[in-house]
């Protein structure tokens, strides 16, 4: 058994080590095809290839899940996972659902304890992106290292927005993607000299497959917000230019879209 598997029971918030990448964000916006999108709860199955490999059960479909992020399945926790079905060839004996949001919930769940053998399955190719999906309108992302401190922005400023995209029913800021985009908002409202920064957070329901509903908590857009806005403040943002918002009604699950709801927005304005 690999020598990293003892990493699989720790809690869910720890993130996964991601030293080795250099981020290297894609232009593409990548939109979900509704006739091919997955909402489904399950236990999460590790496969014990050389690198990572992670998937899951619905019904009797067996899938891919690994977004490369911080948001990785844990063992000993069930998962939302929420994805495309992608036309590519399978991995670890799963169907690929790119791009893909796996969210672990909180309640413990110890029948989820799956660990099968490599059984000949190729690893799965690295992933570079830390599970990124970029939007249409998300501003460029610097390419880092992780650890290494973002250089201040260059002008000309302008009036910008980042979103912080966070999994179903949580408020923490993972290392990877989530972290570069609060340091990179951080970095331009120092260099900007912004006027005023207002962080609004949200909160989105979860439409399953089988027509069932999550709700995330209530508190849980607030809690974004606060977060945000709170790092944006311990990396050198001015706290006076910046005020907190958020929207006590979560966005309705279509089944499709439900991860883009689950977010605070930064708007910069100079």
Not at 10 to 35: G, W
Not at 61 to 81: A, C, E, K, M, S
Not at 235 to 245: H, K, R, S
Request: charged letters at 20%; hydrophobic letters at 40%; proline letters at 10%.
């Amino acid at each position: 058994m690999k020598k990293y598997l003892p990493l699989l029971l720790l809690a869910p918030l720890l993130a996964t080590a991601h030293a080795q990448f250099v981020s290297t964000m894609p232009d593409k916006v990548m939109p979900i095809d509704p006739k091919a999108a997955r909402s489904f709860v399950s236990c999460p199955i590790f496969r014990n290839t050389e690198r990572q490999c992670w998937l899951a059960k619905e019904g009797s479909t067996l899938y891919y899940i690994d977004p490369g992020t911080g948001y990785r399945p844990q063992l000993g926790f069930r998962v939302l996972v929420e994805g495309e079905v992608s036309p590519g060839p399978k991995i670890g004996g799963g169907i690929v659902l790119n791009p893909v949001h796996v969210s672990v919930l909180a309640e413990r769940a110890p029948e989820c304890n799956t660990i099968l053998p490599a059984d000949g399955f190729a690893s799965p190719p690295a992933i570079n992106n830390f599970g990124y999906v970029k939007h249409a309108d998300d501003p460029p992302l610097p390419k880092f290292k992780p650890g290494e401190v973002l250089p201040l922005p260059a002008p000309p400023y302008n009036d910008l927005h980042y979103t912080v995209y966070f999994p179903y029913n949580r408020a923490f800021l993972p290392e990877g993607t989530t972290e570069v985009i609060v340091e990179s908002a951080a970095a331009y409202i120092r260099a900007s000299e912004a006027r005023h920064v207002h962080v609004v957070g949200y909160a989105g329901d979860a439409l399953l497959d089988n027509k069932r509903v999550m709700h995330e908590r209530k508190t849980v857009a607030e809690e974004r917000a606060n977060l945000v806005a709170n790092a944006l403040k311990q990396l050198g943002a001015d706290p006076g230019v910046i005020t907190v918002d958020w929207q006590a009604e979560a966005a309705p699950g279509d089944g499709v879209h439900d991860p883009d709801h689950r977010k605070a927005v930064i708007d910069i304005h100079l």
